[in-house]
């Protein structure tokens, strides 16, 4: 399995906008995406502006058809420019 690993930081004025899309777009990923067996978004309780994703994919064909998705690339152009900083981690899910 490919599991991706996500960072936003979101400019303030933009937080609550921004939970609302990547919830939508996580169940959207979770209930429309065969090949998407996780989507887990969570938050820092210190920092509402820091938003952790954890994404669990079948294979890289899924992730890249994760990618191009219409609602991931609908919410991902919409929040642009509400995210002041990204990272992104791709790694291999060994176990269980």
């Avoid at 065969?34 to 994703?53: E, H, K, N």
Wanted: hydrophobic residues 45%.
């Amino acid at each position: 399995m490919q599991a991706l690993v996500v960072e936003f930081r979101i400019y303030a004025p933009h937080i609550d906008a921004f939970a609302k899309a990547i919830v939508e777009n996580a169940r959207a990923s979770r209930e429309g995406e065969p090949g998407c067996r996780q989507f887990d978004v969570c938050r820092d309780p210190s920092d509402p502006s820091v938003f952790f994703l954890y994404e669990l994919y079948d294979d890289e064909a899924a992730v890249q058809a994760h990618l191009q998705s219409p609602h991931f690339l609908q919410m991902n152009a919409a929040t642009e420019d509400w995210v002041s900083a990204k990272t992104v981690w791709r790694r291999e899910r060994i176990a269980p």
